[in-house]
């Protein structure tokens, strides 16, 4: 079976340097291995994603020289097949939910700092305080019954003690291979920690899914078979691996790659004159010249 490859960005601004060496890599990937790939549009967010930001990544990844398969898989079209993986992973008795606002959360957590320090994730959010895994069972129904909006949220202890007893008593541990390299140069078999992130959210308040729960769930359903994305998700593996054993998919390997920076040396976040795509081509660059720019041949 030839490799899968994918590309999957989400549609809430314009493509810029580090979403062209991401998809070029992707693409070149693909081309060289006999290789299949995809373009995904991740656009659960209904209030940050916009139609016209979808049709530029077209446009601009046509400019790079890429093409891919069609139709393309838009996420929002799929919201079905990511309310029955987190109705398996309820049936598993994994999910609760969490009725608080981000207010709240952020005051619940403040509260925690006042007396102790309180955990961070990979990503440097604060862990969320699990209070709503504790609510007494009749003050739940009572809020359900009530119509009140609530997220989904992952029991994590419990998901990783359940994986625990079925993979870790087979294999030792959750892992998985990474071609690239991690943040401190984590390589090969990678051990996944998702207790790092606390109980993720699997469903959002306004949309049935999230980040982590689509990814999976898609990345499985078109067959996609290496994954090769910025480092910034590195740490993210860990919950995509737990996700994964959870729901009994294939594990892709996976490749992340170094992060394309602005002069000052950050992470690049929206497209500016020295980086996105379209003003650069607007003052006159080609593809080659981004090509070029990320560092590739
Ligand atoms: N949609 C994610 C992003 O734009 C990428 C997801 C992934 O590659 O796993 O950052």
């Given at each position: 079976m030839p490799p899968v490859f994918r590309f999957a960005p989400s549609p809430n601004g314009y493509l810029h340097l580090g979403h062209a060496y991401s998809a070029l890599l992707n693409f070149d990937s693909a081309r060289r291995s006999g290789g299949r790939f995809l373009l995904r549009i991740e656009d659960i967010d209904a209030t940050r994603c916009r139609p016209e930001f979808e049709t530029a990544i077209y446009e601009d990844l046509a400019w790079l020289g890429i093409s891919w398969e069609t139709p393309v898989r838009r996420q929002s079209g799929h919201l079905a097949d990511y309310r029955q993986a987190i109705e398996t992973l309820a049936g598993l008795g994994l999910v609760y939910p969490s009725f608080e606002s981000r207010a709240e959360i952020a005051r619940l957590v403040a509260e925690r700092r006042a007396q102790a320090a309180w955990p961070c994730d990979p990503d440097g959010a604060p862990l969320y305080p699990g209070v709503a895994k504790r609510l007494p069972q009749v003050e739940r129904a009572r809020l359900l019954e009530t119509g009140a909006p609530y997220a989904r949220r992952l029991d994590m202890e419990a998901a990783c003690a359940k994986t625990n007893a079925k993979t870790y008593a087979k294999t030792g541990a959750l892992t998985w291979i990474e071609h690239g390299q991690g943040p401190e140069g984590e390589t090969g078999v990678v051990a996944a920690?998702?207790?790092?992130?606390?109980?993720?959210?699997?469903?959002r308040k306004e949309t049935p899914t999230s980040y982590h729960l689509s990814v999976v769930v898609d990345d499985a359903l078109q067959g996609v078979t290496e994954v090769v994305r910025g480092q910034d998700l590195f740490w993210s593996t860990s919950v995509h691996r737990l996700l994964q054993a959870l729901l009994g998919l294939p594990p892709p390997v996976y490749r992340h790659h170094r992060l394309i920076l602005d002069a000052a040396g950050r992470k690049l976040s929206k497209s500016t004159a020295a980086t996105g795509l379209r003003e650069l081509r607007g003052q006159g660059a080609t593809s080659a010249d981004i090509r070029r720019l990320v560092g590739l041949p």
């Open positions: 920690g998702a207790e790092a992130w606390g109980d993720v959210v699997l469903a």
